[in-house]
């Protein structure tokens, strides 16, 4: 059994910090039209997700870490839906070849 000294030796931390760079990325190539619409509103979702997430793990109380685990989840929904919207504004092309 892993031992889970921090918030960072979670598995789904470290993956919803890697998504989060991505989403810098792929902001970055979006109309400079959006550096104050969809792009911040995807980094601040997205960045909100590993951060709820440490938050959580760093309360004391399992009910605190619970609630913490939903409002990611929550952000997790919105940064979804922000792509969806970027996908059908044609922002970026995603296909393969």
Known sequence: MIELKSY???T???K????VVICYQL??????TEIYGLSSQIQRAAVSIPAN????KGRNHLGDYIRHL?????S??????HLMIVGRLGYL?????
């Open 70 to 74: 939903s409002m990611a989840n929550g």
């Open 12 to 14: 789904v931390w470290q």
């Open 93 to 97: 092309n995603l296909s393969s070849g």
């Open 8 to 10: 960072r030796d979670l």
């Open 16 to 19: 919803s910090m890697d998504l």
């Open 27 to 32: 902001t970055s190539l979006f109309p400079k």
């Open 76 to 81: 997790l929904k919105e940064l979804e839906t």
């Open 53 to 56: 997430i440490a938050e959580g």
